[in-house]
């Protein structure tokens, strides 16, 4: 005859039922009363408050009612004798996060809380599993074998008794599907379809100057608005921009796109740099996410939002992934973070391979060939469609988005679609642009020297020169014939930001180098000087050569 659960079984697991859906036990048998008294109270205590607050930080309150209920009693537990009130305002604070099926607003917080009283079977190791799961690095790992688990009753329990026969909380993530349940499972919702989709993990990696930050934003408000790209169909949802890098450039690029493709009130930036390696900042970033509900988060880029990390080192980069990953934990949300590609440029983002092996989606952006202004967007890993033969085209113009303190027109860079088999706009100069990109390989073949090792700066060996050097140069060559230095020196500006924006020069701090390749420096040079010799000048000082010449 197959065992039987005693009476004080049931009543245990009754009793644990009744407490989660939210019900009042009046009395219980000394049986059932002493099993909770057993459970060593200290053990659920957490280690400080310092701990217990950057945990919750960390642990979704996105659940039912019968999660939230276990959740007071595991906070009021785990903040004995560390807090004054018990950890009250901690629960509220937690409890005002609650997005499973609407807010905590409309429950009666005070009156739910005040019936939590011990003993306890719920505390800090509740907490701290599913902070951990959240992304939580911090602390020491508690020791859980000394916790005791609630007595499973014996034979087929109903859904009721087997969801409190679980340890250490009342819940189980861990569900046990059947072949019919992934059958009859419902689809995952997606952002793009065929590309990203709620809870992904996406890389959108590439060098600098390649256009990342410019597609990105375009990406996001397209989401923001429920508008296609790229031919794929695109679900309308809220979008957080993180611009750990660039807060002020982002803004211009924000305002470029509201010109060319209207307002949303879903596309949301924050411009203050966080350290996401840091608890604090990434609670308060998980915080906003929650507060706007983001279906999308985009970090710009992972280099600037956590900073000293050592990208080869399996545990930096592990640690990272775990901070992504719990970005999505608030609302479910899609995470795309912006990212280098590696220094020989093998297809893959730069870093230890933990990276490419946890994400679910790796987008390559190639910078565009000299003189070409269409960049390329190739799919690597794709864990929601085909990613052979798929490949993105997009073009990267500067859009006039004010006046500055000069009188002189302000641009954002503005990135828009390039329909695959449509003709290549090419990178057109002007007679000033030709002449100062001619200045600048003659700058490098005379005094360029190695550029710094670091984020934006070229990852194979690369000659530039101080942006100065060049502006000097162009003077004594003569490209604008202003007799004023103030207006000179705003041609060279205008050239240079023209060069930088088709793809033929890159500038960072104040260096600034060639896209071509080094070694080819020299022949570029000739070519725009047009002979071996000294260069020949025009009237207006300008070189004949470099006039005529078509990158």
Request: aromatic share 6%.
């Amino acid at each position: 005859m197959r065992n039987l659960p005693s009476v004080d079984d049931l009543l245990r697991a009754l009793e644990g039922a009744i407490e989660i859906i939210g019900g009042e036990v009046l009395s219980v048998s000394s049986a059932a009363q002493a099993d909770r008294a057993a459970v060593d109270q200290a053990s659920l205590r957490a280690p400080s408050l310092e701990a217990l607050t950057e945990a919750l930080a960390h642990v979704p309150n996105d659940g039912g009612y019968d999660e939230w209920i276990p959740g007071l009693c595991a906070i009021r537990a785990a903040a004995a004798g560390l807090a004054d009130d018990d950890g009250r305002e901690l629960a509220r604070d937690w409890t005002n996060r609650w997005t499973g099926g609407g807010s905590g607003t409309h429950i009666d917080f005070d009156a739910k809380w005040n019936q939590q009283k011990p003993p306890f079977r719920v505390g800090w190791p509740w907490v701290e599993i599913r902070a951990r799961a959240g992304g939580w690095t911090g602390g020491a790992l508690t020791d859980f074998a000394g916790v005791e688990a609630p007595v499973l009753v014996p034979g087929n329990p109903s859904p009721l008794v087997a969801s409190v026969a679980t340890a250490p909380g009342a819940t189980n993530r861990f569900p046990l599907r059947s072949m019919e349940d992934c059958i009859t499972s419902v689809a995952r919702p997606y952002l793009i379809k065929g590309v990203l989709g709620r809870g992904d993990l996406a890389i959108l990696f590439g060098p600098p100057g390649a256009g990342k930050s410019a597609l990105a934003p375009y990406i996001a408000l397209a989401a923001a608005q429920g508008r296609s790209v790229f031919g794929k169909r695109v679900r309308q949802c809220r979008v957080l921009y993180v611009a750990a890098e660039d807060g002020h450039g982002m803004r211009g690029r924000v305002r470029a796109l509201w010109e060319a493709h209207g307002p949303s009130t879903n596309l949301l930036l924050i411009d203050i740099p966080p350290n996401l390696g840091g608890a604090s900042d990434l609670a308060d970033v998980q915080a906003r996410i929650a507060e706007c509900g983001a279906d999308l988060v985009i970090v710009d880029t992972m280099a600037a939002a956590f900073p000293g990390l050592r990208e080869n080192e399996s545990e930096d980069m592990g640690r990272a992934v775990a901070a992504l990953r719990s970005l999505s934990a608030p609302t479910g949300a899609a995470v795309l973070v912006l990212h280098h590609g590696t220094k020989n440029n093998d297809r893959g983002p730069r870093g230890h391979s933990l990276l490419n092996g946890a994400v679910d989606l790796t987008l390559e952006v190639t910078a565009p060939a000299p003189g070409e202004r269409v960049r390329t967007v190739t799919f690597g890993k794709n864990r929601n469609g085909p990613s052979d033969g798929v490949t993105w085209y997009f073009d990267v113009q500067g859009a006039t988005i004010g006046i500055d303190e000069d009188g002189e027109p302000e641009t954002a860079a503005l990135a828009s679609e390039v329909p695959a088999g449509a003709a290549r706009p090419k990178a057109k100069l002007t007679k000033i642009e030709k002449a100062a990109l001619g200045a600048l390989h003659a700058s490098i073949e005379t005094d360029g020297a190695p550029l710094p090792v670091g984020d934006g700066y070229p990852e194979t060996s690369t000659e530039g020169v101080c942006v100065d050097a060049w502006r000097k140069e162009c003077d004594r060559r003569g490209i604008s014939a202003a007799e004023d230095a103030k207006d000179r020196y705003r041609a060279f500006k205008r050239a240079r930001e023209a060069l930088v924006e088709k793809g033929l020069v890159a500038v960072r701090d104040d260096k600034a180098w060639a896209v071509r390749a080094v070694q080819g420096a020299g022949e570029v040079a000739r070519e725009l000087r047009g002979d071996q010799g000294a260069p020949p000048r025009s009237h207006h000082g300008v070189d004949a050569a470099a006039a005529h010449f078509h990158p």
